[in-house]
């Protein structure tokens, strides 16, 4: 089967075929470390997280970097609001990215290289843009001209005819409807405070663009095959990276530009002043769990806009132990008899759902179709392994999952309340049984009715 992925520079979907046989050289826009990271991000980090995973289902090696941007406008104003050092502060929201990222089980890629500690690198690639006449020294600013780049704004669709040549700006992130010539290297100010470089371009600190050049040329070489994002950053931040990236080397940069879509919240976009916005912390001290998240945020298209609700959040949580529940219930059954083509088609519709431009919907539908006819003639061994090998895509940790035991493994005062709530139940009390669950789900222990009676087994800790 052959992947096709939606390429944002055609605005057509393409079969994927890597530059090097069997080795995906990707690059990821990271976090910019100012701040917690909000659930959007995160839509961004599992999109990519997904991607990586299937690239290895599907048998590719992968050389992945992730940039953490650790210099540029917000992280200089906070620090200082702060009155703390740059690396003081950037560290420290660097290590709960990776805190969180861990939380919602993302693999960790295999470089996250910092922007302070590729200044040469950066300085390098101004150089050359400067002795290619790409570049210019302006008063505040080594600046990028977007008019001698030929076909500056084709990816992002730019009408180019009304440009302004000349028009500049400093800020890292600026107006998305008119192109201007953009920052490169940023003299010293004393907005800056001590952050800044000597350098040969003169005392200053990179602008945000061009470290995402300089950092994915360095570990992927000029050209890579997969570049994803957010589609916020079609313009101008990816633009610009081709432009410098392009001018500078004379490759093509990028084969196959990959953004996923927004996430909004209750239908609404995220901001502070509406009361919606929301970091994974947020989420989990309202009780969510990781799986549940991660399962929303993976669930829909990665190029359609997701609605984060309550309602969306707990249905996830109950797709998820679904998924769960059916994994440790047929780790220790049999398989019934057609299991085994049940196994081979289920896999290669899944395969076949994912290689259409990672249709996520689609796969989940197969993977739940799976499990209710697996049911329907016994799911064992098999079946389970099945949900292992899809889990390897998914994430959900699925095989991690605990043993289902009956009442005579159970504590007793475990044993006790269960057999309290099956009498409520009985009596088709469901008030009474349902806090009964809440009571042992808060011990960490699950209740599951079955036709054998009712079951339990341990909850993860989060």
């Known amino acids: 089967m052959v992947l096709k992925v939606y390429n944002t520079a055609s605005r057509k979907k393409e079969a994927f075929k890597p530059i090097q046989e069997n080795l995906v050289k990707i690059y990821s826009c990271g976090p910019t470390v100012y701040n917690y990271a909000h659930i959007g991000n995160y839509r961004s980090y599992i999109f990519a997280d997904v991607l990586r995973r299937y690239l290895e289902w599907k048998g590719y090696k992968l050389k992945h970097v992730m940039n953490i941007t650790d210099v540029d406008d917000k992280t200089i104003r906070d620090s200082r609001k702060e009155g703390v050092s740059l690396r003081e502060f950037t560290e420290r929201y660097t290590k709960a990215f990776f805190n969180d990222t861990d939380a919602l089980n993302i693999e960790r890629v295999e470089i996250y290289p910092k922007a302070t500690e590729h200044i040469n690198e950066i300085v390098k690639l101004v150089e050359a843009l400067l002795k290619k006449g790409y570049a210019y020294k302006g008063n505040d600013a080594i ?82 095959d997969i570049h994803t994002g957010g589609v916020d950053l079609i313009f101008p931040h990816h633009q610009n990276e081709i432009a410098q990236s392009e001018a500078a080397t004379c490759k093509k940069f990028v084969r196959y530009w990959m953004h996923n879509e927004h996430l909004v919240v209750e239908g609404k976009k995220m901001s502070k002043s509406l009361g919606n916005f929301f970091t994974l912390r947020d989420l989990l001290k309202k009780g969510h769990s990781p799986e549940a998240i991660r399962y929303l945020l993976l669930a829909s298209h990665y190029r359609q806009k997701l609605n984060l609700t309550e309602e969306g959040l707990k249905a996830s949580q109950q797709a998820a132990d679904r998924l769960a529940d059916f994994t440790s219930r047929a780790m220790s059954r049999d398989d019934g ?102 009571k042992l789900k808060a011990m960490g222990i699950k209740v599951e009715d079955s036709k054998e009676g009712p079951q339990w087994k341990k909850l993860e800790k989060q």
């Not at 440009?163 to 800020?171: P, T, W």
């Open 337 to 438: 008899k057609g299991i085994k083509a049940l196994v081979k088609k289920a896999r290669s519709d899944f395969e076949a759902a994912l290689d259409d431009d990672l249709n996520m919907p689609l796969a989940l539908s197969v993977v739940f179709d799976f499990m209710r006819d697996a049911n329907s003639i016994g799911a064992g061994r098999k079946a389970y392994e099945l949900m292992l090998d899809f889990d390897r895509v998914l994430g959900l940790k699925l095989g991690g999952a605990g043993e289902w035991k009956g009442l005579e493994d159970a504590q007793p005062e475990v044993r006790k309340l269960i057999l309290e709530r099956e009498r409520f139940r009985q009596k088709r009390e469901w008030k009474e049984a349902d806090t009964l669950r809440e």
């Open 143 to 224: 600046y990028y001209d977007i008019s001698k780049f030929k076909g500056y704004g084709k990816m992002a669709h730019l009408d180019m005819k009304g440009l302004k040549s000349g028009a500049r700006v400093s800020q890292d992130e600026y107006d998305k409807e008119h192109a201007s010539d953009f920052a490169l290297w940023k003299f010293w100010d004393e907005q800056d405070g001590d952050v800044f470089w000597n350098t040969s371009l003169g005392k200053g600190r990179p602008g945000w663009h061009i470290e995402c050049s300089a950092m994915s040329m360095k570990y992927l070489g000029p050209s890579l």
